[in-house]
């Protein structure tokens, strides 16, 4: 999978979907080694985010979903090239993904979670200036959707 973080870098992770959390592990392919993750409780996830990414890019041609845990952190998701060798259509893909994290965090609780339809922008502002315009808030991804906007 995709992993765009919020200075809006590309990095190559695997999610691993467990009964109470999901793990971003960034895994070295050429040593076959883990070399480090990330861990989000899913009860901490309070909205999943689903739709087409633009900015960067994919320009709205890359399915994607944002996971929101509090106040306005989040991590973003879409597949690579080792995701879809077998021919699966990548927005097919993705919602299986999505679908099976939203199932998985529904049975822990349904308090505080909801799915929303909602695009991705990305940030546009690449390269050594990304890190200060995404600090001034200036470069941030598109604002968190509201209880209102979500289905």
């Known amino acids: 999978i995709k992993s765009i973080n919020k200075w809006d870098q590309e990095q190559e992770r695997i999610l691993l979907l467990t009964s109470k959390a999901i793990y971003r592990v960034k895994y070295l392919f050429d040593t076959h080694q883990v070399d480090h993750f990330k861990r989000s409780s899913l009860t901490e996830i ?13 320009n709205g041609t ?9 106040n306005n952190n989040y991590q ?4 690579n090239s080792r995701s879809v060798e077998d021919g699966t259509h990548q ?15 529904r049975a ?3 308090q ?10 990305r940030s546009n502002s690449l390269g050594p200036l990304s890190t200060t315009y995404n600090k001034l808030g200036w470069g941030l991804w598109n604002t ?6 979500a289905s």
């Open 144 to 149: 968190t959707p509201t209880s209102e906007s």
């Open 62 to 70: 890359l399915y994607g979903m944002r996971l929101y845990q509090g």
């Open 91 to 105: 927005k097919d893909f993705m919602i299986t993904i999505i679908n099976d994290i939203a199932r998985t965090r």
């Open 46 to 58: 309070t909205i999943l985010q689903k739709g087409y990414i633009y900015g960067g890019t994919t």
């Open 76 to 79: 973003t998701f879409t597949t």
């Open 108 to 110: 822990l609780s349904t």
């Open 112 to 121: 505080n979670f909801c799915i929303s339809d909602y695009d991705i922008t």
